[in-house]
């Protein structure tokens, strides 16, 4: 599998079918078993091992940094700032990959056998390369079909064919110790699946041989050159190296049998499949041969035993990071029972928190968080509203004294302030808006002080005023622009082009202007999609084309509008993006009109069967915005004749 290792490049993604992946000298791997994620599904196991991987404790702080940039830009894009289901381990992979010396790399194996939700989370990192600075590599035992064969057709679309690697036979590269007998060569591979330092009574479990046999077996490895090692308290310590050479010569079916074994009937696993990844392996001291016994020598008495210390008990901290990782996990799969719930818990949880500096900033950490969750779920539950939002942000706010946290507060009220809508809400929005800018400038934050610019674009053109929204705009790009032609910089260049040729969208040119207008607004969409395409941003470049196509539709240039949505729809159909597909057949359905109504029909509950399929509600609120401007612009007679389908696709939509 060379060719694996020097076609995989940071922020891409391969697929592999059939072939066991092994330990490359040139990267460090975190592997994912998906079989083995005992039910909680592959992003909340990923988030697990990532954890464990990490050299520092993780907080609340951490799972808010790093998220996706959402904000109120996005409405101009026609989108909603959503919950993104990887969100909360994009952060935990960089900070992984930034401890390394060597690149890492994901290795999802197994992912046929995956769930459908973890296979979603796994195509939106697919789709959006260069969010991480690892590669990831998806394995697949056998050809996939259903979800998982729709996430290879991702990789293929997204990376080419060239990422799909094909099946190779299974061999293991024999090993250096010679004499090393079958018995205790069985031993090492199932300690290999246990972490550092080994429980023998576990690892005599998996085997079904008493701790004397186990023990014995590990050292006849030793006797024959086997490099274990001791943590001085009598542990038994394999290392990251060695661990990897076992376990790459280890059968995948009996590695599927032995982690079986391993988790009880009630869903816990007894221990959990360590990653091959060790960023700071400890220094190795070798078991020596005991000393031969001296006779006549009285010997000394055994010690007594300390006591095991008890294992520390998760903190208060750690107890609300997880509840909100759930709460959002939730969310995001659109089981928001699930996610009000365990937001009731964290919320219930705040109430015992020290009124102290430390706690003060810690309650100012969560409430945002949940401010941010009940923003997202608004109509969702009596907890879930934008005035309970709108509370906590407030709060939030006046409980963090960090500027870039505080600025992220600012950022999301301004969100629910603009969802409320009023005048003064929208004044409101700004003046929070403001007061962020302000506090990222003074820490030195220009390039997130310059993405709020065009958040602040976004209330502007709610307000009717796109001549300010523009110059927002324009000194947004300004600054991206200047910081380089890194990948980050040139995706936020593409962005705000994409938000200038929306504009045109939004708002009416002035008369006797409007050719000059549509011509601007599709050289800055074309400018988009062109970087957007150098960066291998498929979702994006797909966005860009139904704007596009948006375009030339006001501008009557229907030939070119139909290419240009059709392309979209393609992309977005094989990427799996319903929200995108559900925008894009809006589109479509306007542009064919009433000449072609029965087609537009036919698209839109396509659409509408993706989204009920995918439990996207957002998705199902564009399908109903489409049917209602097709139906608007029907005349009298059409709307009469196809009442009976317009009916069906209400029923449809409805549920």
Sequence with gaps: MDTLWTQLQTGRSLAVIGSFISTPDTWSLLRVPCRASGGRGVVQFLRQLLEREA?????????????????????????????????????????????????????????QLADTESLDALQSLVCQPHRLSAGLVVHFSTAPDGAAGRLLDTIRRVEG????????????????????????????????????????????????????????????????????????????????????????????????????????????????????????????????????????????????????????????????????????????????????????????????????????????????????????????????????????????????DDPVHSARARSLLAGVLYDRGHAEDLEAALAQLDAAIAELQSAGHALDAARLLNDQAAVFVRLGDPLRAAGLLRRSREVFHKLGDEPAFLAEVAETDHLLARLALHVDARPGMEEEAQGRALRHARNARSIYESLNMGRERAAVLETEGRLLTLAGSSDEAGQALWSAYQDQETLGDVLGLARTTGALATLLGSERAEDALMLLAESVRLNRAKGSIRGLEYNAEALQQLTGSLPPERRAALSSSVEALERMIAG
């Design 161 to 400: 064919a060239g990422a799909i690697l094909g099946s190779a036979v299974f061999t293991a590269d024999p090993l250096p110790w010679s004499g090393l007998s079958e018995d205790a060569l069985i031993v090492l591979r199932a300690a290999a699946w246990l972490p550092d330092p080994l429980d023998v009574g576990v690892l005599s479990t998996l085997l079904r041989r008493t701790e004397l046999q186990v023990l014995e077996a590990l050292q006849t490895a030793v006797d024959r050159g086997v490099p274990l090692a001791t943590d001085g308290a009598g542990g038994v310590n394999l290392g990251g190296v060695l661990r990897g050479r076992l376990r790459d010569g280890l059968i995948p079916a009996l590695r599927l049998a032995w982690q079986d074994r391993l988790t009880p009937d009630e869903g816990e696993p007894l221990a959990e499949a360590p990653p091959a990844f060790h960023p700071e392996p400890v220094p190795a001291i070798r078991f020596e041969h005991e000393p031969e016994p001296v006779d006549d020598v009285e010997p000394a008495p055994a010690p007594e035993p300390e006591p095991e210390p008890e294992p520390e008990a998760p903190s208060l901290e750690d107890e609300l990071t997880d509840l909100l990782d759930e709460a959002r996990d939730a969310a995001a799969a659109n089981r928001h029972d699930v996610a009000l719930s365990t937001g009731r818990r964290a919320l219930a949880l705040l109430e015992g928190l020290p009124d102290t500096d430390q706690g003060r900033l810690l309650q100012g950490r969560i409430r945002a968080e949940l401010g941010e969750l009940q923003w997202h779920g608004a109509l969702l539950g009596d907890d879930f509203t934008l005035e309970a939002a709108a509370l906590q942000l407030a709060q939030a706010i006046e409980l963090l």
């Design 55 to 111: 050299t520092e404790p993780r907080t609340v702080l951490d799972a808010a940094a790093g998220r996706a940039h959402g904000g109120l830009r996005r409405r101009l894009l026609g989108e909603d700032e959503r919950l993104d289901p990887v969100a909360s381990i994009v952060p935990l992979i960089n900070a992984l990959a930034a401890q390394s010396e060597l690149p890492l790399a994901l290795v999802f194996e197994q992912a």
